[in-house]
Nanobody, 121 residues
Framework: QVHLVESGGGLVQAGGSLRLSCAASGRTFSSYRMYWFRQAPGQERERVATISWSGGSTYYADPVKGRFTISRDNAKNTVYLQMNSLKPEDTAVYYC??????????????WGQGTQVTVSS
């Protein structure tokens, strides 16, 4: 069982930056692949980024490549999403997720409650 709690969301102007954090409970955090998803009103949930257990492998959705960076600190049981050059279309609820599978899965097993990110133009 993994409990995930996101933080760091808020309101920012276009072009600004935010860093989201996701604190995980459990002693096996370091063995989980971690994800960030987002969902805007009226839109489907979208996988934003994912990182392997070691942090050595990352994947990004095309809309965020070059602007967002996912990272993890296994000693702190925390995964981060650094978001730079934010655009109004990045506005969404951002969710942290975890799955024990080392491969990328469409629907991870564990989810956080989400944190709102709003980018004003």
């Amino acid at each position: 069982q993994v409990h995930l709690v996101e933080s760091g969301g808020g309101l920012v102007q276009a072009g600004g930056s935010l860093r989201l954090s996701c604190a995980a409970s459990g002693r096996t955090f370091s063995s989980y692949r971690m994800y960030w998803f987002r969902q805007a009103p009226g839109q489907e949930r979208e996988r934003v980024a994912t990182i392997s257990w070691s942090g050595g492998s990352t994947y990004y959705a095309d809309p965020v490549k070059g602007r967002f960076t996912i990272s993890r600190d296994n000693a702190k049981n925390t995964v981060y999403l650094q978001m730079n050059s934010l655009k109004p279309e990045d506005t969404a609820v951002y969710y942290c997720a975890a799955d024990p599978s080392p491969i990328v899965v469409p629907t991870p097993l564990y989810w956080g409650q989400g944190t709102q990110v709003t980018v004003s133009s």
